[in-house]
Structure formats: structure tokens, C-alpha cells
Nanobody, 119 residues
Framework: QAPLVESGGGLVQAGGSLRLSCAPAASTFSSYTMGWFRQAPGKGREFVASITWNGLSTSYSESIKVRFTVSNDRAKKMVYLQMDSLKPEDTAMYYC????????????WGQGTQVTVSS
């Protein structure tokens, strides 16, 4: 099993919403920053959003800013990506990732959840 497990993907019409969730597979999981990335067919993986584990700092890609919101629930060790006003160009595999140190690289990844937005 992947160390991080994403869920919540699916097929939605343009203008619709989805909420992705990310949960660690192990109860001992710890992280400094959690990030969401996506990869569309034939394209490279791109950064979408991130949140520090204490929830005090978030960061967003310009392409999704305002439409997407990243959040976490520390008690449940869950991270969420609320996606509103979805567009066909948001279609991609979405991945959850963890950076274990401040300023470190994302060193733990999930297997991804597919989001498909129809026009």
C-alpha cells in the first residue's frame, strides 16, 4: 500500500466541484508540508497547492488560485483539496505528497486519484 492514500476523484461536469482527501496509511506518519500535485495526459507533474502541517501557511498555483482550497485536519491526519468551478483543463491525475522537513523536497507520495472534467 502507498504511504499516502488519495480519494474523492471522479467525473464531473465543468463548473462542478469535487473534494479530494489524502490520508496516511500509517498512524505514525508525520510531515512538515503536505502538497497536491497533478499530471495531465502527455504533460509533466505540476504543483497545485500546499499546506504546512500546522495549517498556518498555504500556497497555490496561479492557475487554480481562488477556485481550489487546501486544508487539513490534524486530529484526523487528513489533508483536503476542495476544487470548485472545475474546468476541462483541470482533468488530471491528482497526487498527494509530503515533505518531511521545512524547505525539503516532497519525499512521500500517494498513487493518485483521477479527476475528469467534462465540457
Amino acid at each position: 500500500q502507498a504511504p499516502l492514500v488519495e480519494s474523492g476523484g471522479g467525473l464531473v461536469q465543468a463548473g462542478g466541484s469535487l473534494r479530494l482527501s489524502c490520508a496516511p496509511a500509517a498512524s505514525t506518519f508525520s510531515s512538515y508540508t503536505m502538497g497536491w500535485f497533478r499530471q495531465a495526459p502527455g504533460k509533466g507533474r505540476e504543483f497545485v497547492a500546499s499546506i504546512t502541517w500546522n495549517g498556518l501557511s498555504t500556497s497555490y498555483s496561479e492557475s487554480i488560485k481562488v477556485r481550489f482550497t487546501v486544508s487539513n485536519d490534524r486530529a484526523k491526519k487528513m489533508v483536503y483539496l476542495q476544487m470548485d468551478s472545475l474546468k476541462p483543463e483541470d482533468t488530471a491525475m491528482y497526487y498527494c505528497a509530503s515533505a518531511s522537513r521545512a524547505g525539503g523536497t516532497y519525499d512521500t507520495w500517494g498513487q493518485g486519484t483521477q479527476v475528469t472534467v467534462s465540457s
